[in-house]
T-cell receptor, first 109, second 115 residues
Framework: QKEVEQDPGPLSVPEGAIVSLNCTYSNSAFQYFMWYRQYSRKGPELLMYTYSSGNKEDGRFTAQVDKSSKYISLFIRDSQPSDSATYLCAPTTLGRLYFGRGTQLTVWP | DADVTQTPRNRITKTGKRIMLECSQTKGHDRMYWYRQDPGLGLRLIYYSFDVKDINKGEISDGYSVSRQAQAKFSLSLESAIPNQTALYFC??????????????FGPGTRLTVL
């Protein structure tokens, strides 16, 4: 079993929809919880991250971590076609990232 | 110019050939990483280096070797390439001295095909 589980999708939503992307993990040592976004034929780029449990908001994006249930979420409000990409959760410990499989998201106009 | 560069960007080779993928960075970061990405499997860590004298195996190091020639350069070698090493390879860097030492910055990737 992978340390980080993420539903690969694909997920297809209309423009303006609220998107919820989720991961679960098993390692209690994870400290930071990263979300990377990867456009087709590009390298992953850091979208945002949280430290410990709680929420963090950045524009239309909200990252949420519940360490008690080992659950990581990313919410996208008012989704746009430009949000179409693969989203990868990646908790970290001791300088290493542990990636989920990534969820492929398509937002259609 | 890109902060993390990878060469070549695309490579087709034959089974049994030795191949080297190179990564260079101008970010001044001390930590460097090599990952491979396969459809449906996410990114898996091959090797990582926290400084020039430090090399560590990741989760899938078999069949690969690395060299950290300088702080800015980290090369990945396939001594005898096999078809199941066909994948997209990414180099990444991070800065242990920053307040965000776990943040990694990725290169554009090398698409490798082994026939």
């Amino acid at each position: 079993q992978k340390e980080v589980e993420q539903d690969p999708g694909p997920l297809s939503v209309p423009e303006g929809a609220i998107v919820s992307l989720n991961c679960t993990y098993s390692n209690s040592a994870f400290q930071y919880f990263m979300w990377y976004r990867q456009y087709s034929r590009k390298g992953p780029e850091l979208l945002m991250y949280t430290y410990s449990s709680g929420n963090k908001e950045d524009g239309r994006f909200t990252a949420q971590v519940d360490k008690s249930s080992k659950y990581i979420s990313l919410f996208i409000r008012d989704s746009q076609p430009s949000d179409s990409a693969t989203y990868l959760c990646a908790p970290t410990t001791l300088g290493r990232l542990y990636f989920g499989r990534g969820t492929q998201l398509t937002v259609w106009p | 110019d890109a902060d993390v560069t990878q060469t070549p960007r695309n490579r087709i080779t034959k089974t049994g050939k030795r191949i080297m993928l190179e990564c260079s960075q101008t970010k001044g970061h001390d930590r460097m990483y090599w990952y491979r990405q396969d459809p449906g499997l996410g990114l898996r860590l091959i090797y990582y280096s926290f400084d020039v004298k430090d090399i560590n195996k990741g989760e899938i190091s078999d069949g690969y070797s690395v060299s950290r020639q300088a702080q800015a350069k980290f090369s990945l070698s396939l001594e005898s390439a096999i078809p199941n090493q066909t994948a997209l390879y990414f180099c990444a860097t991070s800065d242990s001295t920053s307040g965000e030492s776990d943040t990694q910055y990725f290169g554009p990737g090398t698409r490798l095909t082994v026939l």
